[in-house]
């Protein structure tokens, strides 16, 4: 690309983000704008593509040691910093927000950390929220997002998070965007997989909370009222998940549903 067209480019990505927000950038293009404050010379496109390549996602990069990012080709010192101060930042906004490691031992606390997490979310998103022993927070994962009615679900991407984490339980949070409080067929039947998978290594899953924008509803207490959970989607996935190693995830499994 020449000196024009990288000029050119750089500035319809930066309009594009300052008319729309992040919410239409694939993460490599979040992260290709991100780099251009910091390497204003260089094509950031293939650097971005680089880094997620290298560690696997946006988040694993942007989770990643300063010391691993500047190992990457074309990170310089100021780059790798950049990307390593925005989770910290994030962290200290959420913190302000909520509060330090805040407790989720009862519904009302969970709905009401739950509902802060979303912020007017276009799209489905869920969460994956890891609790120390005495159900404080240790980590909000935004793990997976998917359109403005689903969200496909990676059972091994849940599992790995809530392991990485060191989770005593665990609660899982997702919204519709569409306003329809009552879960689906389709997250009664994930919540009872990822349940079993869960309890298989020994982290309970305390609660799966649905956010619309007025309010949330607990899984399990809309539950407790109706009929027993459902049967897990697929057995014969059900069988391999619970074979997972603890310690051990695989990149290439399928989605379980959608939520």
Same mark, same amino acid.
């Given at each position: 690309?020449? /000196?024009?067209?990288? +000029?050119?480019?750089?500035?319809?990505?930066?309009?594009?983000?300052?008319?729309?927000?992040?919410? *239409?950038?694939?993460?490599? +293009?979040?992260?290709? @704008?991100? @780099?251009?404050?910091?390497?204003?010379?260089?094509?950031?496109?293939?650097?971005?593509?680089?880094?997620?390549?290298?560690?696997?996602?946006?988040?694993?990069?942007?989770?990643?040691?300063? +010391?691993?990012?500047?190992?990457?080709?074309?990170?310089?010192?100021?780059?790798?910093?950049?990307?390593?101060?925005? @989770?910290?930042?994030?962290?200290?906004?959420?913190?302000?927000?909520?509060?330090?490691?805040? @407790?989720? *031992?009862?519904?009302?606390?969970? &709905?009401?950390?739950?509902?802060?997490?979303?912020?007017?979310?276009?799209?489905?998103?869920?969460?994956?929220?890891?609790?120390?022993?005495?159900?404080?927070?240790?980590?909000?994962?935004?793990?997976? $997002?998917?359109?403005?009615?689903?969200?496909?679900?990676?059972?091994?991407?849940?599992?790995?998070?809530?392991?990485?984490?060191?989770?005593?339980?665990?609660?899982?949070?997702?919204?519709?965007?569409?306003?329809?409080?009552? =879960?689906?067929?389709?997250?009664?039947?994930?919540?009872?997989?990822?349940?079993?998978?869960?309890?298989?290594?020994?982290?309970?899953?305390?609660?799966?909370?649905?956010?619309?924008?007025?309010?949330?509803?607990?899984?399990?207490?809309?539950?407790?009222?109706?009929?027993?959970? =459902?049967?897990?989607?697929?057995?014969?996935?059900?069988?391999?998940?619970? &074979?997972?190693?603890?310690? /051990? $995830? /695989? /990149?290439?499994?399928?989605?379980?549903?959608?939520?």
């Amino acid at each position: 690309m020449d /000196k024009h067209g990288h +000029e050119g480019h750089r500035e319809r990505m930066r309009k594009r983000f300052m008319q729309g927000g992040i919410a *239409s950038f694939a993460p490599h +293009e979040a992260l290709e @704008l991100l @780099l251009f404050y910091a390497l204003p010379r260089k094509n950031t496109n293939p650097i971005a593509h680089s880094l997620i390549n290298h560690f696997g996602s946006l988040d694993a990069v942007l989770e990643a040691p300063l +010391e691993r990012i500047i190992e990457i080709p074309g990170i310089g010192e100021s780059a790798a910093a950049l990307i390593a101060l925005v @989770l910290p930042l994030a962290r200290m906004v959420e913190r302000e927000r909520v509060g330090e490691r805040p @407790l989720m *031992s009862n519904m009302a606390e969970a &709905k009401a950390y739950c509902r802060r997490l979303f912020d007017g979310s276009p799209d489905e998103v869920l969460y994956v929220i890891c609790l120390d022993a005495q159900s404080r927070v240790l980590r909000a994962i935004r793990a997976l $997002t998917g359109t403005i009615d689903q969200i496909a679900i990676y059972p091994r991407v849940i599992l790995n998070i809530a392991l990485t984490h060191k989770a005593h339980s665990v609660v899982l949070a997702h919204n519709h965007p569409s306003g329809i409080e009552e =879960p689906s067929e389709a997250d009664l039947q994930v919540t009872n997989h990822l349940r079993e998978i869960l309890n298989a290594v020994d982290i309970p899953l305390f609660d799966h909370i649905i956010c619309t924008a007025n309010d949330c509803l607990s899984i399990e207490q809309w539950q407790s009222t109706r009929q027993p959970l =459902p049967a897990p989607l697929n057995p014969a996935q059900k069988a391999a998940d619970k &074979k997972i190693p603890r310690r /051990k $995830t /695989k /990149k290439s499994e399928g989605p379980l549903g959608t939520l």
